[in-house]
Structures are given as C-alpha cells and as structure tokens.
C-alpha cells in the first residue's frame, strides 16, 4: 500500500555518528547541548513521544528500547519519506545493536527477495556501493534514508534480509492467479513463499477504505485477493522474517516496513504469526505529527504496541522535489554530482529564483553552467504566482507579511541546508545561498539575520530589498561568512546602506556593479564560480553554433542560453544573439534560428518529445494554440499531431489539443469542449519558441477564465522552448 520513490541521490554517511551518539548517549560533554549549537535539528529524545499501549501511558526511548531487546521479532512501522521516522529506525537498530551485541537481524521491506546474494556481497565486502546499488534496484530515497541502516548492519557484521517479493514475479501471480504461481520456474517459485496464506476480512475493509475503490480490491473474489500483489507481499514478508528467526536463534529480527502493513497486528504480523506462533512480536508504529502536542493516543492505541509520534521536520525526494517542514512546504529541487561521495564532497549552491522566473528554467541553466562541479539546490517561491506573460513564478513574501514570510524562508532554508548536509555528499565548509530579483532580497534576509548559515550570500539585483530598512539589525552578527551585491549600473548609491548595515554587524560585505554590455547569465555564472571556489569559465575563441533569438525577449534568451550551455559542455562553442546581431559575414551552417519549424521541424514532435506536460497527478491535457500567421500545411501539421495523439507516446496520461488563433477550433472553443469532458489540468501553450507578454494576454482575453476557475487547473506556458531547452531527464 504504497508507492516506490523515484531513483536515488547519492548521500554520506556522516548521518550514522549522530544517530549512534542520540541512540547511546555516546560523545563527550552533553551531545544534546553540542548539536543544538550546530544544526537546527532537535535531539531524537526531543522530536518524538512514545506511548505504551497496553500500560497506557508514555515512555521514554531508552525503556522503549530495552523492551523490544526482548522481542523476537519487532516490526517498525514507517512513513517512507518522513527523516524523523527513518532517525528513529536508526536509533532502533542502533540501540539493539548495544544491548544485544550481533544479536540482531535487519529485515527490510525496500529490497526484494532476489538481489539477497547482491546484498550479502555488498555486506560482506566482496563488492563496491556502486556495483551493490547498480543491482539491487534501491527505492528512490536509499541513500538519504535506508543507507544508514545498511551501513550500520555492514559495520556490526549482522545480517540484512531482502523481505519483500519480487515485482516481476508478483505481478505475474497477482494477474494470473494460481495457474500462474504453478507456471513459475522453479528459480522464481523459491522467491514466493510455499504457500500463499489469505489475509484477515477486516484487513481487506482496511484495504479498501485506503484505496477508496480506486484499485478494485473490494470487487476481487477471495481467489484474486489471496494472489494479490497486496497478499503476496505480507506474505513474503511475514515468511521472510520467520526464516529469518528460525535461522539466527536467539536473536532479534527488525523487519523496517510501511505502516499499513503492520499496524492493528495484521498483514505482514499476521502473516508471520501463522509460520511462527510462538514468537514475541512487538509493533512500534511511527506516526508523523506537526509535534508532540499532536499525539491522539487514545484515538491511535489499537493501531500498535507502540505508538512513536515522530515530529515532521523533513520530507525526502518525492515527485522530483524534497521538502522540510515550516508553516507550510517549501519546495525545493537537489541535484548532486555523480562524482561525489563520502570521500569527495561536492560544494553546495542553494538558489531563490526572482519572482518571474521558472524555478526549472533556473535549474537547467544553473545546471548547464556549472556542470557537475557543483551540488544544487533551487527553491521554490511558497507563492504561486503569474508573471508578465503568464508563466509560473511566485513571490518569496506577501504585502504586509515581509517580516513573517522572510522568516519563514530564512529557517525553511536552514532546515533545508541541515537535511542535505548531512543526507547527502555536499561539502558544508563550501556552501553559497544566492538569488536574482525578489529572491536576492530574501538571500539578503537570510544573511543578516540566520543564526546558523555559515553561508557566503550572493544577491544579483535584489528587488524590493528597501523593506529591510524597516527591520532592526539584530543583537549579534550572523552566522554569514560573507555578502557580496551585485546591482545594475546607477544603483549602487541607492544601495550603498545595504553593506554598511551587515559590516556594522562585523559581516565582509561588498558592493558591486552589473557591466551593461556583458549578459547577466554569464556575470551570475562568473560571480558564483568565484564565491564556490570553482575554476572560471573560459569561453573559447570562436563560436561553433549561432543561436539566433527571432525576438530578444528575457526569457527566450534565458531558454536559449541553456540550449547554448548545453552544447558548449560538448566542447563546442556556442553564443546566443538576435537577428539585428548577425553582420553577414557568418557561415550560414553555423547558425541556427531559433524557430519551431527551422531549428526544429514539426516532424520531430511526433513521439511526444518536445510537447510540454500538464501538470497533475494523473496527466491532464497540454492545448497548443497555433498563430494566426501560420501556413496552411503548418496548421494542418499540428493537427496530425494531436489526431495522432502524440503525447500519449511520451505519458499515457497525456492529452494533446490543437487550437487555431483566428481558426476553427479557437482556444475557447477547446477550452469549452475540456470543460464538458471533465478535465482536471490544462495547459495553454502557443506553438512558438517564445511569446511575447502581449501575446499571452491577448490568448488570454481571447476566453472567459473565469468559467474555468472551479472546473480544472488552468496553466500557461509562453512557448515550447522551455521544454525545447530546459526540460531535464527527470522533470
């Protein structure tokens, strides 16, 4: 009852010191006291609250730990992405590991019975992490939150068992039922348990409460139920854990598992119960809260023998973006370098896009730029809002909330920096918070008021940053290493109390002016090469590729720009320039109009690639609205492509719809037909590589939005080369 996380980052496992130190009481001096002075992170013993169920009242985690010392087996129910349940699974085995020496067996529901030999020679040191994850098909979020517990088994010698059943196998069964059980070969009926046991009626009602009908279990009969993957998988993993017990006696099995399958003593603890009766299983479900305040025992003391209220605090890698807990989310993007590791730690840039940009535009340049020299970190603003020409942007701080909302952002981005510094391989010594606009004024926030970002801060044409002028200075400096501003030609003595305010504060800040007549994509790369400590760019002599803008708007060339850096990482030179630039001297090969129809031909969107998605958790429909100028064979071009239904060959949840601008079907007329379909995300776009704002106004005075607003999820895109350009692997 759960879904995979995407594939993995990878991380350190600096992790595993601090659990050991929070699960033990190891370390010198009082480590409560020493990790509050260094990370933003509460002390375990503080994140959580533990309720014993049958006595009815609390316990400290020490008591917890020393009951469960006596168990057979103990199931750790978990929410998969939640950091402060995977630290108490940490400090679980850890504190097992101290009162019952190598007498502990790790039992996991993330891998499945047939990578156990890969597992055993990963724990055994007969091969690499590399080779280990390049074969054991990991969840998406291994390496921030189930490495450390491989970790931990690899250094105290115990053993790790692959728990659940395999999915290739289980599908088979679950949609052939018995026949296809009895048609596997004898390799793949040994990853399935010998016999296959029916689950409780009241687990199924659970079941189907859960699933509210959308997986079809309450229409199965008992048969299809019985060879269900659901059934399939408590009961490899209940087998699991009885073999696992038979074979290491005396010993404590902690089977680490998703809480549904376990809590109310039924699934996966049925399931072993059944194979061994006589064992003493304890369940300990770990339940996020907004706090300890939170706790509802008496609502939730059936559900298990332990109920762990766990504080959320941190969210690992979940569709596409990771999260820590404020007021409310603040969203965010990592990329890590496939280069680092525990030994080679990558420097760590955090970045706040201005208010008009598209965090994932921001995300491809910064990543095409700097290459894999870099760990990246892009934030998104908490509010959602238009820009000009009606793309995604947002702002950082509502009206009158400057004071409240920056706050917010200055300890999301705390959290933000602990969570990744210590999950992941990023260097923290190396460590830059910068941001354009709207988010170069919150980076200047940050820098004077956080208590723990030892940060340089860079802000490129901070906007809006007169509000801090409002705001008292604060009774000690920063955490700041230091400040530089960068701001355009003319500005700098209205800026000039900027710097003098943090070097009151003892803080290195420096002022600096944007040159006019170099691009800001290059004087931004230049200024954070610097402030990472990363070698300059060197630009080469000549430029192979002319990327010519058929209009010189901000975001085309912030789109073309990417395109530009992405073949320059190819060692082949490349600039971006408008049509007015071109001298005529240039070899025509050499140059590349950025237009759909030249640079790319209507023909290479055939499969899909190139369309951009709706948003939307199952699909939605992206409408391109084709110009008025287009030619006849152009438009007709388009509307194979939507009779085609050239999306569904990148996403089967995709829609595509073609509108003509002056044309039959009209945007409205599209819009109109959605509506009455019961669509849920629409996304408008213009077949064009960029729109003007004008442009983008005017289609959207073409149709009445506010028939729309309570219908479906209305987005516009003001072109396709953001995703021509811009889109990454794993957007």
């Not at 994140?47 to 009242?57: E, H, L």
């Not at 400090?91 to 030999?117: I, W, Y």
């Not at 921030?144 to 250094?155: F, H, M, N, Q, V």
């Not at 606009?437 to 490129?460: D, P």
Request: glycine fraction near 8%; proline fraction near 6%; include cysteine.
């Amino acid at each position: 009852m759960h879904r995979c996380p995407p594939r993995p980052f990878l991380l350190s496992s600096a992790f595993l010191s601090l659990v050991a130190c929070s699960a033990t009481g190891g370390g010198g001096g009082n480590p409560r006291l020493q990790q509050a002075a260094t990370r933003p992170l509460p002390a375990l013993e503080d994140a959580i609250w533990v309720w014993d169920s049958q006595a009815q009242g609390p316990v400290g985690l020490a008591t917890l730990l020393d009951r469960l010392a006596a168990m057979d087996v103990v199931f750790v129910g978990e929410t998969h992405l939640d950091d402060t349940t995977h630290r108490v699974e940490a400090a679980v085995l850890e504190g097992l590991l101290a009162r019952k020496g190598s007498k502990v067996v790790l039992s996991l529901e993330m891998f499945e019975r047939d990578v156990q030999p890969v597992l055993d020679e990963y724990l055994a040191g007969r091969i690499d992490e590399s080779a280990f994850l390049a074969s054991a098909r990991p969840w998406g979020n291994y390496r921030t939150d189930y490495r450390p517990l491989i970790e931990t088994a690899k250094l105290h010698g115990i053993p790790v068992v692959a728990a659940n059943a395999p999915t290739s196998v289980r599908r088979r069964v679950s949609s052939g039922g018995r026949a296809a059980l009895d048609a596997l070969v004898p390799e793949e009926r040994r990853l399935l348990p010998a016999e296959i046991l029916p689950a409780e009626a009241a687990y199924w009602e659970r079941v189907d409460r859960a699933t509210r009908g959308h997986m079809g279990f309450a229409s199965q009969s008992e048969e299809q139920r019985l060879y269900s993957g659901q059934n399939l998988w408590d009961n490899s993993m209940g087998d699991a854990c009885a073999e696992a017990l038979a074979a290491h006696p005396g010993s404590t099995v902690v089977h680490v598992v998703g809480g549904f399958h376990v809590m109310y003593r039924d699934g996966t603890v049925t399931q072993l119960a059944r194979r061994a009766p006589g064992a003493r299983v304890a369940v300990v479900e770990v339940m996020t809260t907004s706090g300890p305040q939170a706790a509802r025992p008496e609502r939730d003391a059936e559900r298990a023998d332990y109920l762990v209220y766990a504080t959320e605090l941190a969210r690992s890698l979940s569709a596409g973006a990771y999260a820590v807990s404020v007021p409310a989310e603040l969203r965010y993007t990592i990329d890590v370098p496939p280069s680092a590791n525990d030994g080679e730690r990558a420097p760590l840039l955090v970045w706040l896009p201005d208010g008009d940009e598209r965090a994932s535009d921001v995300r491809a340049f910064l990543r095409a730029a700097l290459g894999d020299e870099v760990a990246l970190v892009v934030v998104e603003p908490p509010y959602p809002e238009r820009a000009d020409d009606l793309a995604a942007g947002g702002r950082w701080a509502q009206a009158g909330e400057f004071r409240a909302d920056q706050t917010r952002v200055q300890r999301g981005l705390e959290q933000i920096v602990e969570y990744v510094t210590r999950r992941l391989p990023v260097e923290a010594e190396r460590l830059v918070v910068a941001g354009r606009g709207l988010g170069a004024t919150s980076v200047l926030w940050s820098a004077l008021y956080t208590e723990w970002l030892a940060a340089r801060f860079v802000a490129f044409a901070p906007r809006g940053a007169r509000a801090l002028q409002l705001e008292g200075l604060p009774d000690q400096a920063p955490a700041t290493r230091a400040l530089q501003i960068l701001v355009a030609p003319g500005e700098e003595q209205a800026m000039g109390w900027i710097p003098a305010d943090y070097q009151t504060l003892g803080t290195p800040a420096e002022l600096g002016v944007l040159a006019a007549d170099v691009p800001l994509s290059r004087q931004i790369e230049q200024a954070l090469r610097a402030a990472l400590e990363l070698g300059a760019h060197v630009p080469r002599d000549e430029e192979d590729e002319l990327f010519v803008l058929e209009r010189d708007l901000p975001r085309a060339r912030q789109w073309a720009e990417v395109h530009a850096r992405r073949l320059e990482s190819q060692s082949r030179g490349a600039r971006v320039l408008t049509r007015e630039e071109l001298r005529g001297e240039e070899d025509p090969a050499r140059i590349h109009h950025l237009r759909i129809g030249e640079e790319w031909p209507l023909a290479a969107f055939a499969e899909g690639q190139g369309l951009p998605l709706a948003s939307g958790d199952f699909g939605g429909t992206t409408v391109l609205v084709v110009p008025a100028g287009a030619e006849a064979a152009e438009r007709e071009a388009w509307l194979e492509l939507e009779r085609a239904k050239a999306l569904k060959k990148r996403s089967p949840f995709a829609g595509l719809r073609v509108a003509l601008e002056g044309g039959t079907p009209s945007l409205a007329q599209v819009l109109d037909e959605l509506h009455q379909a019961g669509a849920r995300s629409v996304l408008v776009v213009p077949a064009v590589f960029c729109a003007a704002p004008a442009e983008m106004r005017a289609l959207q005075d073409s149709i009445d939005e506010r028939k729309y607003r309570n219908a479906f999820e209305l987005e516009w895109l003001p072109g396709l080369g953001a995703e021509l350009c811009c889109a990454t692997s794993d957007d």
